[in-house]
């Protein structure tokens, strides 16, 4: 760790932040690292060091807005400065083993976007990587931010107390649909060899990961089914005007988890009126909860115990200093948003720097969102056969 | 049609209507039965002539009640009887290609309810008969009530108009919770060679139909994934006060569309804190809709063409007088209850009757829902591979 | 009681029921008389013998298709008849004073639509001749079937269990929007003589008896305002087309209620979107409740002594077996409708003649209703100002 | 305008802003001096120079954490300095008038938290003094942030093209629950001495403000009824231990708008289990609103000209690049939160004193707030007689 002093908290050492990709991730986590230490008591005062980005213009300018202290068109020195402690990787999926494994080596903890890489070979040398690092005291988390929304943390919380008993079914979608309509134009998330996979990698990746998370369970077995409505859309880079679209539009699966429950799950951009509807339900044979991130600080909660007279789902207003990250912020019913949850995952992250604990989500945790990846895209090429994680 | 006066209108011939079970399903039907007449301009006044069922003591006594003129333990000289129009099947699915083929050869119409068999043989045996009926004007219809919910009829209108452009998703999931407690007892429903299957065909059967008819296009294949979560049950049939549980405690399945959409299907019975939640949601290129039973006068429509900064899923409140069946009944906003289904299921058959028109659902409905059900059954036998329809 | 046998049930002593009046409220009760004994083990088994009417033809059609034995002109004969037991007075309310008191006099059981009356000192008439006829064991209730909403049976069952605890709040609104159209012609609800008063009486006079009821608290005194949108309608029985409204378009008023709790209370038919929005919400110490008739299945409960972490309003489908009047009809989940509260108040009202216990709610109950309809609208005449109840 | 360079724009004039006050709000409104330039193209850099408070420690290490340079407890000098452009009121009420009316004096634009003062005589106070200064250039804001949640900002603005057409109803209401433990200590807020008046002032000017700013209407008059329904509570300040309350606990009233609309109100922090529950409804002769807040990314939206098949209460996901404040944030669906309010006044603020256009809502328009709190209370005094404002 540097050892200058904070800007805002002379107790606190400072925390060297570099990070690569300034576009919606990149303006996301900025926020969260200028935020972070204002609400939080976290161990570490970040710096935000340097910026990495493709165009020296526009990556200055994003630096400037942003409040980072520098900027490079340099990833790779960009990993190697005396001053970084931390890298950030806020790139398409492509680049994400490159510059982590580079990061981890040169002695950088490593905060990456997900989904972890764009194959399972990839994340396998990225958590070797991690697990190298981690042994020199060097941290790697991968962000799937959902796990830092508090109606989820809360969910993860009443699993693990027993509230929902024996885990019979999960269901889970994450709908939007941005790309409904035919004439929207190609973007690198519907390119195969820069985004991986389309919704199913995109946001598939988040439902595998929520629901495992909060569940305490693995995937163990995937049937899937996967289809692109538009195959070709405008483009710039093409001679023709039209570019073939080489991802997955929508991706179904159905699944087990370890414990025999079943799960069905649903990830697409072409459910036309839903923005974000990241949707998970969880019934057991005690409780059941139910998600739906549109409404991101309500958690739904049914306690089976209840009785049939007076019980029902409740809406838990996840806004209480006891719920989880809660008492950071604002009073009761004073709503957070989607930012949040990445002050909050870099807040957790600062803090297990600092006590050496286990970080989580994890490279393996990534690399375990992965298989399940390729495993319904293998699905999917095979008849929708079942598949075993 | 018999000539005798209808007690209620002078001038409409009565229909002659025999029922064979009374438990749950034949208290609805009966219900209908008795209401149709005072609700809507149906062109027949039916008589409620006959009841039959297994015990002569409880049978006579349903009979009573409900409002049967008669009773009967032998369903073969009831489908006989002269004054007997229409034969009304409430039974468990291993007896209604038996009961529905003689009633259909003895020259009376049929209403059976769902799932159409137990078998596609079996259903294939009805459909037959029920060609070989049409021949001589008799009619066969299959109780998939959900049709006739308001919400669900208005759904299918506005695909019909177009309104939904180009479909590409389905999601469907009928979720109950009777069986979520596993001292829950045995029932006939549990067992295959009266059930057929779980919650395949009894809850399952109507999301398939349900969807084929409001999107008016038929599955063309499926993946599927079935599970039992509680395999013996506490029974007074068994010996030692335990009897297995030969069907589904739940089935997930993906499926594929005539025009290519895709579809994610849930059946369950073990839904903790879900009581009659069949839901259904289709997304297309142009709008979208959403359902759920639970609100049964709701239908959540998106216009996509209403533009982004006023558009949004609209809760349409399905009780107007330009709304399907509302006409006959309160007004706006005065809510209709599950029964309502089977009276405008009745209204319309008896039309069809008079009109010699076409009745939906046909036997060949309930065939087409029975091939999925098998394909289901198959594919979960088989490493969920997709087996087409 | 007459002696002749039920045509439904031999052991049952039937009821001779005559009914004045066949729109709207007189086809629910009629399908009231006729189901009530079907679904609920009532002492009685209704006779539907006569119904009443302004115009023999229309009358007598209407007795057909309701399924009405006979039909007259002559309500005053109609109260005379050996065969009749019970009068069910539908009529509008500048009529309920004159046929109930007659009714009662000539030892008839009567159930009279609400409001009770258009005047308090009618109301009192009619709460007097109640109880003269009381002491000869003939009864009389008002037909405030809101009560009969199995939700709202459920939310008063828990008030009086202390769920709630000291009652702070209560908030109610009665919310239709058939009038919103300022061309919609002029009918018999918006002239005084007939309605009485407008939004208030119609269906203000439901939230107010349905706080009362569910909260157990008389309210003590009112501020009221009203107001009169369109004040001239389309008319075919003024000479200029257009003919005067005398009555209110909305009216809303505060309230104290005998705890000290407050109350706030909107009555209007302008609230456009809304089509039977009766929502009633009650705060206390304890605990919350939340209903909207638009969702008539479902009570909101939230317990307050659960604690922040897991509390929440919880959305209770009030279709159990457990719940208030459920266990006559479906499965859970399997939801009911508007109609049902009015065969659920039948079978209450018979039940209670032949226990000869107390009928609810009675006279007195809507003449505590008139009372405050007369102090909103005497507050509502000077300037606001409180008026004791 | 101080001329010095910003730290993150060497482009824009910085704005020297100084804080008095250091609480909730003090710390939101931190956040939003923070954030504002990150996110949107305002003309100022803000520079956060001074945090006031009472206590010099607990002052400074506010600062500290929250980004201030400098800090004082001499509010007097603070105004004063030349370094500072701005002065930002996050004190109790009975501090406003003094603070705003010296800072004015002294050339500082003001920010302001409401409600405006304790009194209307200290609020026209105020407004003089901010018109004076408005000669001068200098600018006053009142801090209602509740004007700037996107979907409240979209409100306005479907009212302001029309689609409600002529307005008829409007209903408002404020419900929180933390005083509805009886053994919640005293507070400052339930001080009339320092707050003026209790939910009220605190809550019910909210809604009184907002729904003039949505309406485009003022209230004309008012009928009001309050409550205080715990008198004493645990106090560290009283002798035995427990302190008179000596504000309302909650306030209902009904209202005139301009336009003859009828409005009804209630603010209260005894509904228990409503959070920050504030909710506006408005009903016009085309078209009607509907918000929570607690759900604050949805507006509800029904457009009455769609006809009655079709129409139904849209719910809009305001979180579109087309709808208020959105471009500056996230994709749809990735919702805002309480806190963004606060960076959006902001932003209008420097946006208004750049442009040398009015500021919204100003003084004046905090003034017409405290009338109707003033007319509110002497209602409830005078036996909720009406009160023209």
């Known amino acids: 760790m540097t050892e200058q002093a904070s800007s805002n908290d002379g107790k606190r050492p400072t925390l060297g932040v570099a990070m690569v990709g300034h576009a919606f991730m990149g303006a996301v ?47 790779r020195a960009l990993v190697e400065r005396d001053d970084v402690d931390l890298v950030d990787i806020c790139t398409p999926g492509d680049t994400h ?3 982590a494994i580079a990061a981890l080596e040169a002695g950088k903890h490593v905060l990456c976007e997900k989904p972890l890489a764009n194959t399972v070979e990839e994340a396998e040398r990225m958590v070797e990587a991690a697990e190298r ?21 809360l969910a993860k919380k009443l699993v693990d107390e027993g509230r929902l008993g024996e885990l019979r079914h ?38 595998i990961d929520a629901t495992q998370f909060v569940s305490g369970q693995t995937i163990t077995g995937v049937s899937g089914m996967t289809e692109t409505f538009v195959r070709r859309r405008p483009s710039e880079n093409a001679a023709d005007g039209m570019e073939d679209v080489t991802v997955d539009d ?7 988890f370890a414990s025999g429950a079943v799960g069905s799950f649903e990830a697409t951009r072409y459910a036309l009126g839903r923005k974000n509807a990241m949707r998970i339900e969880l019934n057991g044979s005690k409780g059941s909860l139910a ?39 604002w ?31 994890s490279f393996a945790d990534g690399l375990r969102v992965q298989r399940v990846l390729a495993a319904v895209e293998k699905s999917a090429e095979n008849g929708s056969k079942y598949i075993e994680v």
């Not at 020296?56 to 300018?61: D, I, L, M």
């Not at 690092?133 to 943390?153: I, S, T």
């Not at 989607?338 to 050496?356: C, P, R, V």
Request: aromatic share 12%.
């Open 29 to 75: 986590h900025a926020h969260a690292w200028r935020s972070v230490a204002r609400f939080f008591d976290v161990p570490y005062s970040p710096r935000m060091v340097v910026l990495g980005g493709r165009d020296p213009e526009r990556t200055a300018r994003a630096a400037e807005r942003m409040g980072w202290a520098d900027s490079t068109t340099d990833w």
């Open 97 to 99: 083993a490159e510059i």
């Open 133 to 153: 690092a981690r042994e020199r005291g060097v941290f790697a988390m991968v962000a799937f931010n959902y796990r830092r929304v508090p109606a989820l943390a």
């Open 170 to 207: 999960v269901r889970a979608a994450y709908l939007q649909d941005w790309l409904a309509d035919a004439d929207a134009p190609m973007t690198w998330r519907l390119r195969r060899e820069q985004a991986g996979s389309g919704a199913l990698g995109d946001i598939g990746a988040h439902i």
């Open 250 to 256: 929508c991706a179904v699966f159905t699944a087990r």
């Open 291 to 329: 998600f739906d991130f549109e409404s991101m600080n309500e958690l739904w909660f049914h306690d089976g115990t209840e009785g049939e007279t007076t019980g029902g789902f409740r809406r838990i207003v996840v806004t209480e200093p006891t719920h989880p990250y809660i008492g950071a912020w």
């Open 331 to 361: 009073p009761p019913g004073h709503v957070l948003g989607y930012e949040h949850t990445f002050t909050h995952e870099i807040a957790d992250l600062l803090t297990a720097i600092d006590a050496g604990t286990p970080v989580e989500p």
